[in-house]
Each structure stands twice: as structure tokens, then as C-alpha cells.
């Protein structure tokens, strides 16, 4: 995978993040903080954990510094998420333009909580922050149809042809 493969990942990923925030935002304040199912319960708890593994996977591959995980409290509305998630684009976008292919394997090491140490690559990282991503943005389209919203259709192959 390449720095340019990388970019065209995130590139996908912010287009369908906006369509799913998009309809995230319509959603009456009861709905969006309702807890439904799933890992996290509600539109919100899941969208900002989304946005806090995003920000702290940028963070350990040496972009913009998030510092504690995000809570869920502190963004009782969509818009407050949206703001908070487009500042975090710009710095991704901004980290990614400058990323080479040989930063790709540039090994970062981390820990989860006060666990054991890991090591992996930054393009491993970024990998696994899209995929996680990908994850959870179809977790929140199941929690808005739950809700009797639909989100659309943010298949990766829908962005790939311009029908977004």
C-alpha cells in the first residue's frame, strides 16, 4: 500500500462520514443520545467514539495531538460532533498530504490504557483506523434505520463512481 492508496481511503472515508453525519444531524436530540444497541448504545456514544479512535490513532502516527479519549457527554448534539470532526479531517488531510511511502514504515509503539506495549507500522495504523471506521459508520447506519432514518447507501463503490 502506498501514501497515495492511504489518502484515497481517507478520501472515501470522509465522503461517507458526511453522508452518515449528514443524517445524524436531523435527528431530534432524544433519538440522537438514545440508547438503541449495539457496543456503544447510541448514535452519538458511537460516533464519538469513531471520532476519538480517529483522532487518537493521528495522534500515536505523530499528527495533531488528541490527549484523553473523547466522552460522549461532552458532544450532546450532532453539530458539536460535526465541528469537532471536521477540525480533526483538516489536521488528517493535513498529516496525510505530507506522508511519503517510506513513512509508511515508520514503526510506532503504543499501549492501550496501562496494557502491554505494541508495535506497528504507521501504514498499519492508518489501516486500521479506516477499517475501524468502516466498522462503526455501519453500526451507526443500523442504529438510524432503528430509528427509522435512512442513511443511504456509503459503500465504497458508490463514492468510487461518483454517485455520492
Same mark, same amino acid.
Request: hydrophobic fraction near 45%.
Given at each position: ?7 484515497? !481511503? ?6 461517507? %462520514?458526511?453522508?452518515?453525519?449528514? =443524517? ?9 443520545? @438514545?440508547? /438503541? ?7 452519538? %456514544?458511537? !460516533? *464519538? ?17 488528541? +490527549?484523553?479519549?473523547? @466522552? ?6 450532532? #453539530?458539536?460532533? *460535526?465541528?469537532?470532526? #471536521? ?20 514503526? /510506532?509503539?503504543?499501549?492501550? +490504557?496501562?496494557?502491554?506495549?505494541? /508495535?506497528?507500522? *504507521? ?7 479506516? =477499517?475501524?471506521? *468502516?466498522?462503526?459508520?455501519?453500526? /451507526?447506519? =443500523?442504529?438510524?434505520?432503528? !430509528?427509522?432514518? =435512512?442513511? +443511504? %447507501?456509503?459503500?465504497? !463503490?458508490?463514492?468510487?463512481?461518483? @454517485? +455520492?
Amino acid at each position: 500500500m502506498t501514501a497515495a492508496d492511504i489518502r484515497a !481511503l481517507y478520501d472515501y472515508t470522509y465522503w461517507a %462520514n458526511g453522508q452518515i453525519l449528514a =443524517v445524524a444531524a436531523k435527528l431530534p436530540p432524544e433519538q440522537f443520545t @438514545k440508547d /438503541v444497541a449495539g457496543s456503544y448504545g447510541s448514535v452519538r %456514544n458511537t !460516533l *464519538v467514539h469513531m471520532l476519538s479512535a480517529e483522532w487518537g490513532w493521528l495522534d500515536r502516527c505523530g499528527g495533531a495531538t488528541r +490527549g484523553p479519549a473523547l @466522552k460522549a457527554d461532552d458532544y450532546p448534539t450532532a #453539530t458539536s460532533i *460535526v465541528d469537532r470532526w #471536521t477540525a480533526v479531517e483538516r489536521s488528517m488531510r493535513e498529516f496525510l498530504a505530507r506522508l511519503s511511502d517510506a513513512d509508511l514504515d515508520r514503526r /510506532v509503539e503504543f499501549a492501550f +490504557g496501562s496494557g502491554p506495549s505494541h /508495535v506497528r507500522t *504507521v501504514g498499519q495504523l492508518l489501516q486500521h483506523a479506516f =477499517v475501524h471506521g *468502516v466498522h462503526h459508520r455501519g453500526q /451507526v447506519a =443500523v442504529l438510524l434505520r432503528a !430509528l427509522g432514518h =435512512v442513511p +443511504g %447507501n456509503v459503500d465504497i !463503490l458508490f463514492f468510487a463512481e461518483g @454517485k +455520492g
